[in-house]
């Protein structure tokens, strides 16, 4: 079983209630983090401290549970060794898994009318491809990579365009990725 869900909503209940699935059914819990830094954090409006994370992973793993993490990849402000950052924390704190999601805008968000005026450029699929070669070169070889990519409801995608071609993306990481 995959449960997803934000590290502040995880009460003592909740807890003993995964824990029991768990000696059912393997579980999971995929936790949205996106980034360590605090400043991005709160430009995204994540809405907890980076030590919430850290308890949550803690309590999860301490009851024997899978923690996957979600991290953003091209969020604005960021670096790349910002990114790298966040991978390498993540892959040292507690998580099993990752997965790595590059930044849509969407219409009707915030991020779009900034994308709009220009304060926003999203990766480009080159830099995204380059970006993921780096990510994966510091994840530990015990921590399993659920997803390289993702794709936005393309009835909502206003950037970057070239990811709405899955297929197209998919073919690319593993050329350029993978060695067959």
Request: glycine share 6%; hydrophobic share 40%.
């Amino acid at each position: 079983m995959s449960v997803a869900t934000r590290p502040d909503c995880l009460p003592d209940n909740v807890l003993a209630l995964l824990e029991k699935c768990n000696r059912i059914k393997p579980v999971w819990v995929e936790l949205g983090l996106q980034t360590v830094h605090e400043k991005t954090a709160e430009y995204i409006r994540r809405g907890y401290a980076l030590p919430v994370y850290d308890e949550a992973v803690h309590k999860l793993r301490e009851r024997n549970l899978e923690v996957i993490t979600h991290v953003i990849l091209g969020l604005p402000g960021e670096s790349t060794e910002d990114m790298l950052d966040t991978v390498r924390y993540v892959c040292t704190h507690g998580t099993t898994g990752i997965k790595l999601q590059l930044l849509h805008i969407l219409k009707g968000t915030a991020l779009e009318q900034e994308y709009n005026e220009g304060r926003v450029t999203p990766l480009t699929e080159d830099e995204y491809i380059s970006l993921l070669k780096k990510c994966i070169s510091v994840i530990p070889d015990d921590v399993v990579i659920h997803r390289l990519t993702g794709d936005g409801d393309k009835k909502l995608l206003i950037a970057p365009l070239w990811s709405a071609d899955k297929k197209n993306v998919w073919n690319r990481i593993q050329r350029e990725l993978f060695v067959y």
